[in-house]
């Protein structure tokens, strides 16, 4: 499975194949052509619950993959539906947030990529 991970405000890519936004609220500033989105998961994405008590603090990043992952664990036929477009060709997982190595997009690549994910 290919998944890659880009913020939704970087400029779309061929390589990129299937695009997917996987935040539950529509990113700022960001029209619905510029974003050339093939879908928007946002049943995925972290509930709001999770994502407000995370608020992007580094140090409550485990927490964070440690819940988001039990509610991945519910959500069984989106995470199906993402890794069958993942073995079809590259998946790329579009985020907002403005950290680049812990936010639900970096999570939620480590869930399906992984052999207990699911």
Not at 94 to 103: C, F, I, M, T, W
């Amino acid at each position: 499975m290919a998944f890659r991970i880009k913020r939704i405000y970087d400029e779309p890519a061929d390589s990129d194949g299937y695009r997917v936004l996987v935040d539950r609220l529509w990113p700022r500033g960001v029209s619905k052509e510029r974003a050339r989105l093939d879908e928007w998961c946002k049943e995925i994405a972290p509930s709001d619950e999770l994502r407000k008590e995370f608020g992007h603090h580094a140090e409550r990043w485990e927490d964070f993959k440690k819940e988001y992952f039990r509610e991945l664990d519910g959500k069984q036929e989106e995470v199906s539906s993402l890794r069958g477009k993942g073995e079809a060709g590259p998946v790329t997982l579009l985020y907002a947030a403005k950290d680049e190595k812990r936010n639900n997009a970096v999570a939620l690549r480590q869930y399906l990529e992984s052999e207990e994910g699911g």
